[in-house]
C-alpha cells in the first residue's frame, strides 16, 4: 500500500487542516464493500443513499446523523432460532455492517425509508439565506462636487 505523506502542505498552508486530516484518514482505510450502496443525485440540491440490507427489518437498522456525519449500523438480535435453522447454501449474509458518510455543510437527512430490501436515506442541501447568491443594487445618484477648502470647483 502507498502512503503519501501530507506534512509539507500543514506547513505551506493555512485553514486546510480539516481537509488534510480527512486525506490522512482515507489513505490507508481499505474501501467498504459490505453491504453494497448507492449515492445518487436526484435534484439540484437533493441526494439518495441506497443500501442493499436484504435480511434486515427497520428495528434492527440505526441512523444517527451528528455534525457532518452520517452513520448506518446494522445487527440481528441474538436469535434462538438460528440453531434450527439449516442452510444448504447461505448467500444473503446478514452480518452486522457499520457505514460512515462525511456530509457537505448544510447536507441533512430529510428521512428515510425501507423498501424491497433496499434503505433509501434522503439527503437534502439547504443553505441559509445568508450563503445564497443575491443581487446588489447600484446607486446612480450623481456624486457631490469635490471641493477645495469649501470653494466648489467648477
Known amino acids: 500500500m502507498q ?13 486546510f487542516d480539516r481537509l488534510f486530516n480527512r486525506l490522512d484518514g482515507i489513505v490507508g482505510q481499505e474501501p467498504k464493500t459490505y453491504p453494497p450502496y448507492n449515492i445518487e443525485k436526484v435534484g439540484d440540491n437533493a441526494y439518495r443513499i441506497s443500501i442493499a440490507v436484504a435480511g ?8 444517527e446523523a451528528k455534525e457532518n456525519g ?8 441474538q436469535e434462538g432460532d438460528e440453531k434450527t435453522r439449516e442452510f444448504l447454501h447461505r448467500g444473503i449474509a446478514e452480518r452486522a455492517f457499520e457505514l460512515r458518510f462525511q456530509l457537505a455543510e448544510y447536507v441533512e437527512v430529510a428521512g428515510a425509508n425501507l423498501e424491497n430490501g ?12 445568508s450563503k445564497k447568491a443575491r443581487q446588489i443594487s447600484i ?3 450623481p456624486a457631490e462636487p469635490k471641493t477645495l477648502e469649501g470653494q466648489s470647483v467648477n
Do not use: M, Q
Request: aromatic letters at 10%; zero cysteines.
Open 70 to 77: 452520517l452513520t448506518i449500523k446494522g445487527g440481528k438480535g
Open 139 to 141: 446607486s446612480t445618484a
Open 3 to 15: 502512503t503519501i505523506d501530507f506534512t509539507p502542505f500543514y506547513r505551506s498552508t493555512v485553514g
Open 56 to 63: 434486515f427489518a427497520a428495528d434492527e437498522i440505526a441512523i
Open 118 to 129: 433496499l434503505l433509501h436515506v434522503e439527503l437534502k442541501r439547504e443553505l441559509p439565506e
